[in-house]
């Protein structure tokens, strides 16, 4: 039986794809796929490069997963993470807000590869 209210997206990313990408997202037109506070962390890390490309699958998997309800922006979203560690989308996009969507995340990385999984329900 199908549920209409509930969605799942997944995306996985190469991480040596978005290494090679770094010195891009310094500036030009992919600065743009991330916020200020998603370059910060990113870049605070010793090897940044898995984390774009966690906080790019996360990105992807939400769009996948609002399919259904909405298009997603992906400019107004960012990736954060409470005092836990646990990670969250901050939305900037009244439209998405007001749909009132119930939005899980999880991300994970190995060495060669970046994976989110993202459910919305409705």
């Given at each position: ?73 992906l400019r107004r979203v960012s990736v954060s993470k409470a005092q836990d560690g646990s990670p969250f989308f901050v939305l900037d996009d009244m439209e998405l807000l007001e749909i009132n969507l119930t939005i899980s ?18």
């Open positions: 039986m199908m549920n209409n209210n509930f969605n799942v997206g997944i995306d996985c990313e190469d991480i040596d794809r978005w290494r090679k990408m770094l010195p891009k997202l310094e500036s030009g037109p992919q600065r743009n796929l991330f916020s200020e506070d998603e370059h910060y962390y990113c870049r605070s890390r010793k090897d940044p490069a898995p984390h774009y490309a966690a906080r790019w699958c996360a990105k992807e998997a939400l769009l996948k997963a609002c399919n259904p309800f909405y298009k997603v922006d995340l999880s991300m994970t990385h190995s060495r060669k590869t970046a994976m989110a999984i993202v459910t919305v329900i409705k």
